[in-house]
């Protein structure tokens, strides 16, 4: 249930990712040692334009990447299609970059 | 394997797909049998009523291949002693595709879509042009000679879950034989076989799986095919950009 | 989803790359929701934070660490078959991208306990 255009976008989102995750994992490694707290989290991305930056476009990216991806499931696997498919696809990606902007927002410039 | 080797236990599936149910026949194990022997023997000795289809016997036509306990293989060519779990084999119609009757698939939606890949060789030069050679040791030769022996027999069609998942997917056999005809030099219109193959049932809904190259039975390799055709229509988006 | 006497491995790697990707969004919403907490309900996202400790959670996070990984692997796997010339080494590549990303969350694991 994809078309060339909904590919590309899949994955160029990929492409975009693939240094993100390998930053997004280490941080993890990184941060996970002696456990976490919201002081030690804030204390690294409040006010940090480079974050935001970087966790913005992650945001951007994985909300393209999972709403291609779980409409390709939800036709394979559920069924569904036609405008019903359409309107699952947009308010996957919105709904993940509306809550995952947010998110950002908070950790950085809130 | 000899006669005396006691019999099988072969579940057949009778009906249009939609309605009907599996039967059951005892049928003498015999050496090198193969499971189109076991199939044409429930016909000829147990019920003449039997439906299925085969021409060649011998890996040509690709008219024969069936569900073996749910696997798709070209029956006349597949030892039972290989595939039989114990005594008992179970045989159904291709799957992905409508039951015309019994073992006998309706293979129309099949080649349908081999016309919609544009899987159709669009010619360059008429029966009065002269017969030019064509070059065997090219990139694109060898690629288009890879998947030429091409049986259309459907295995890898129903092999494929995304086919089985997605309806207007046009498939492994389709897309391979666009593949093909890309690579020949021949070809009038390259072009539009890429248009043809990047629609929403186009080559990149394959989830590279590769059931269809794990049971092709002529061993060609749809997958690699299919890679190949994501890859010229994703340069052609690129190539397109510059040249705007 | 049926098909079980037409698996193998690179139907395997597909199975694994689409439930773990299919998982990864299921996660995203929550995880969302806890850091946009952060700043809002400090208290809150703290008190969440500690629960991390358990044994448990961590295994939970192990898992997902995991998932992420795999689906990176394999994602890049599926790049590289879709974009470079073909090679014949898929399983072999499959295998590899589950392999490393073990060693990925394994590593992360090993620096949570």
Not at chain 2, 182 to 197: C, G, M, S
Request: include cysteine; aromatic fraction near 8%; charged fraction near 15%.
């Amino acid at each position: 249930m994809i078309d060339l255009r909904l590919y590309m976008a899949q994955r160029l989102s990929a492409l975009i990712m693939a240094p993100l995750v390998i930053g997004h994992i280490a941080v993890m490694i990184y941060a996970i040692q002696g456990g976490l707290s919201v002081d030690e989290i804030l204390g690294r991305t409040q006010d940090s334009f480079a974050w935001f930056a970087f966790y913005g476009l992650f945001v951007l990216a994985v909300s393209v990447h999972a709403a291609i991806g779980l409409r390709v499931i939800v036709h394979e696997w559920l069924g569904l299609k036609g405008g019903g498919l359409q309107a699952f696809t947009w308010a996957v990606a919105l709904g993940l970059l509306v809550m995952g902007g947010r998110s950002v927002w908070a950790v950085t410039f809130a | 394997m000899s006669a005396e080797n006691g019999s099988l236990k072969v579940t057949v599936w009778r009906g249009d797909g939609a309605t009907g149910a599996f039967e059951t026949h005892e049928v003498p194990r015999q050496e090198s049998q193969t499971v189109l022997d076991v199939v044409s023997w429930i016909q000829q000795y147990a019920d003449p009523t039997l439906t299925y289809r085969f021409a060649c016997r011998v890996g040509m036509c690709g008219s024969c291949a069936m569900m073996v306990n749910g696997v798709p293989r070209w029956t006349c060519r597949t030892h039972v002693g290989k595939v039989a779990t114990g005594d008992s084999l179970t045989v159904e119609p291709l799957r992905n595709l409508p039951v015309i009757k019994d073992l006998a698939a309706d293979m129309d939606p099949f080649f349908d879509k081999w016309v919609k890949a544009e899987a159709v060789h669009h010619p360059s030069e008429t029966r009065h042009d002269p017969i030019r050679p064509v070059d065997t040791e090219t990139e694109a030769r060898q690629q288009a000679d890879v998947g030429i022996e091409c049986i259309n027999c459907a295995v890898c069609y129903a092999a494929c879950d995304t086919v089985a998942g997605n309806p207007d997917y046009l498939g492994p056999a389709a897309l391979q034989r666009a593949w093909t005809l890309y690579n020949d030099e021949r070809e009038a219109n390259p072009e539009a076989i890429l248009d043809a193959v990047s629609g929403v049932g186009g080559c990149h809904n394959c989830h590279s799986m590769g059931s269809c190259t794990q049971y092709c039975p002529n061993e060609l390799n749809p997958l690699a095919a299919i890679a190949g055709l994501k890859r010229e229509t994703t340069k052609r988006v690129f190539r397109r950009r510059r040249n705007d | 989803m049926k098909a079980p006497p037409r698996a193998h491995p690179l139907w395997l790697a597909f199975v694994l790359h689409r439930v773990s990707g299919l998982a990864l969004a299921l996660f995203l919403p929550a995880h969302f929701w806890v850091l946009a907490n952060a700043v809002t309900a400090p208290g809150q996202l703290n008190s969440f934070l500690h629960l991390t400790e358990q044994p448990l959670v961590k295994l939970a996070e192990f898992g997902l660490v995991f998932l992420l990984a795999v689906h990176f692997f394999g994602g890049l796997r599926l790049l590289a078959l879709e974009l470079l010339p073909w090679s014949d080494t898929q399983k072999t590549l499959a295998a590899g991208a589950v392999g490393v990303a073990v060693l990925v969350s394994g590593t992360f694991f090993l620096n949570a306990i």
